[in-house]
């Protein structure tokens, strides 16, 4: 054995043995000292518990509110579309490129085509989706290519 390959011995350390004698250091009250909550059978008390103080979740004002009738879309850019093979896109297409997530069983959000990558698209596509954008839409047909809604 050389020193450069010198290792650590793994050491063996065994666990608390809670309740078993004063002579292990943890007989008598098993560690968790006198009285209290906490030294109680099933005394676990919650992080966010304060004492008894109302606790933060409350004191804070609410703020704002969801708008239950917004429209959440999976979203695919332009430029994504500017590199890809083929010149007919669909969602089935889509979702096998991995351009946007696979509709799960309940949800089934719209897919919208958005504009951003705008100044270098040149390519004749067609494209079925949920949604354009103007700019999307407008920049898809002076290309030559067909915005489709479905």
Sequence with gaps: ????NIERPQIKKHKKRLGKGHGTG???TAGKGHKGQKSRSGGNIPAWFEGGQMPLQRRVPKRGFTNIFKKQYRIVNLNKLQNLDGVKFDIKKLEELHLIRKARANEKAPVKILADGAEEFNKKINIK???FSK???ALIEKVGGKAEVI
């Design 1 to 4: 054995m050389e020193l450069h």
């Design 129 to 131: 989706a949920n949604a």
């Design 135 to 137: 700019t999307a839409r």
């Design 26 to 28: 943890f007989g008598k």
